[in-house]
Structures are given as structure tokens and as C-alpha cells.
């Protein structure tokens, strides 16, 4: 129980400062980096959490199902859209991986 507590807080935290801040960084991602920071320097016992996070990382499939019927029910906008899906899934893929090679090859080249 202390593990959800500590999952829990860290989330609530992360959401209170989203909002905080107008919603510029997501509440979600906020407390993840709040738990990695409270297990890093031990705030959090690792292994109180742990059976937490396995079971929430198993039944995550189920999570996703909302947002599969979503699509299914959607199904026609999409198809009317697919050009413009297809073009920004690839612009955004090509635009990331070249940016991932320009941040490494910039950092490749100041720890020389």
C-alpha cells in the first residue's frame, strides 16, 4: 500500500504543478520525474514500489482500450484524413531522428 501511496502522490504533485504553471509540461510527466528524483535519492523505498509499478505496467494494455474505441468509432474522419496522417507521421519521424543525430554528434563532439 505504501508503494500506490508514493505512486499516487507523485502524480498528484506532478498534475498540482501543472497547473501551476498553465499546463506547459504535462502533470504526468512531471510526477514521473518526481519519482524518478524521490527513488534516485531514496525519498521512496524501491522496493515498496516495485510491486506496485510491475502490476500498473502489466494491466497498462488495458488502459489503452478507451482510445481504441475511440479510433473505431472515429474510423471515418480518419479515413477522410489519411493523406494528411501519413505526410505528418513522416514528416515528424524524419524530423526526429535527424534531430536525435544532430543532439549526438553535438554532444559526440564536446566530449572529445
Known sequence: MQGL?????????????SYLIDGYVSGNIIGMLLMFICLKFKVFNPEAVRPVAKFLLGTMA????????????????ILDNTAAIVVATVVSTIAVIVGAGWVFQLLNRSKR
Do not use: D, Q, T
Not at 501511496?5 to 504543478?17: D, E
Open 5 to 17: 501511496f508514493c505512486i499516487l502522490i507523485c502524480w498528484v504533485v506532478g498534475n498540482a504543478v
Open 62 to 77: 488495458l488502459f489503452f482500450v478507451p482510445f481504441g474505441v475511440g479510433l473505431m468509432v472515429s474510423y471515418r474522419e
